[in-house]
């Protein structure tokens, strides 16, 4: 159910982005010191996380101090995983991060959204032309930036 060599989550419609496979070095970079999630980590590094299965960055986050548990989406036919932490802390703010692969409610692109108890929420969207918000957005939203051969 993890991401294939074509880099989605489930399906083909999934991130089809490249990004370096080090994923120690990025989880290191999202997560900072003692598992802190910061937004300008966030902002910077976000792309780690597209193209993830939610079993992979659920490993790199326990690496990182965190306790999760992979479940899926309150949502009635949503696709997507929230990886859910129980031992949220001031060093550990991260409280759910949810991972889709694209639906129809959104446009069918992939993102992650994770969510803290101190920044609020942060949404990372492969593809900007693609998506839709539903109007009703309480997460900050940060788009991948694409070179301009790449479509």
């Known amino acids: 159910m993890g991401a294939g060599r074509h880099g989605g989550f489930g399906n083909t419609k999934g991130s089809r982005i490249r990004i370096p496979l080090n994923l120690q070095f990025f989880a290191t970079k999202v997560f900072g010191k003692n598992g802190h999630f910061s937004e300008k980590n966030f902002e ?3 792309a780690y996380f597209l193209g993830k299965s939610p079993s992979k960055i659920s490993n790199e986050m326990n690496k990182h101090g965190y306790k999760t548990i ?30 889709s692969p694209g639906s129809k409610r959104h ?15 942060f949404k990372y969207v492969n593809r900007k032309e693609k998506y839709k918000s539903d109007g009703d957005e309480k997460a900050k939203i940060y788009y991948v930036e694409r070179r301009k051969n790449e479509k």
């Open 44 to 46: 910077k590094y976000g």
């Open 70 to 99: 992979i479940e899926p989406s309150n949502r009635m036919g949503s696709k997507a995983k929230r990886i859910v932490v129980q031992n949220t802390s001031k060093e550990r703010n991260v409280a759910v991060v949810q991972v």
């Open 107 to 121: 446009g069918d692109t992939a993102y992650v959204k994770v969510s803290t108890i101190d920044s609020g929420k």
